[in-house]
């Protein structure tokens, strides 16, 4: 197996989502024994908690671009973010390493496109969900994107930010996203994209009106896939 990074601690509900499921879907592959090889590198959210504003990201980005360094010093043949919304930084963090970047809106685009998805509703941080760095992505992948509700934006973000980062679930957060989720179907979308990590605390990816696309569960199968050289 090849050992790969994770850059995690944005926030910390995120990062332990990642280490279970890689695990889970590793030792589903192998044998019920079988640990994934992972090196994690904990950055500080409260250091970055204020890029929610836009503040800073050069800054930020190249604290992630040492990180992926410090990750492939250590031994890591790849690496990926455990944060879609760390994504805006991708190209940074990619450019500082010699090893593969497992990019999320990559993974999540394949799958779609695989399954024949279209008119698609994106769920996420603001920035997520109203700049291109991750929509642009999908579309690469032959996605079409409905529009964002600029309500929906600042509501989903707070509770992201306020709530779920915190590792708090609240009966009102899930129906809210219940209610957001009902109305993107009644404007014709055919899948939700859930791209935020921490989405699934309060929404049920199993059973909802729409086939909802995870991306913490597709971001973790890629990279289980690419411990276990499928790819």
Known sequence: MRKLGLIGGLSWVSTATYLEQINRVVQRRTTRRTTAPLLIESLDFADAYDLREGSNWDRYGTELANSAKRLEQA???????????????????????????IH?????????AKDGVTN???IGRRSVMIENF?????????????APDIDNVELVDRIISDELMVGKTSRNAERELRTIIAKKAQAGARAIVLACTELELVVDVDANVLPIYDSARIHCEAAADWILGET
């Open 75 to 101: 031994g890591a043949s790849g690496v990926i973010i455990c944060a879609n919304s760390m994504h805006k930084v991708y190209d940074q963090v990619a450019a500082a390493v010699d090893i593969p970047v």
């Open 104 to 112: 999320s809106a990559d993974c999540i685009g394949a799958k779609m």
């Open 120 to 122: 698609v509703a994106l």
């Open 134 to 146: 991750y929509r642009q992505r999908l579309v690469s992948h032959g996605v079409d994107l409905m």
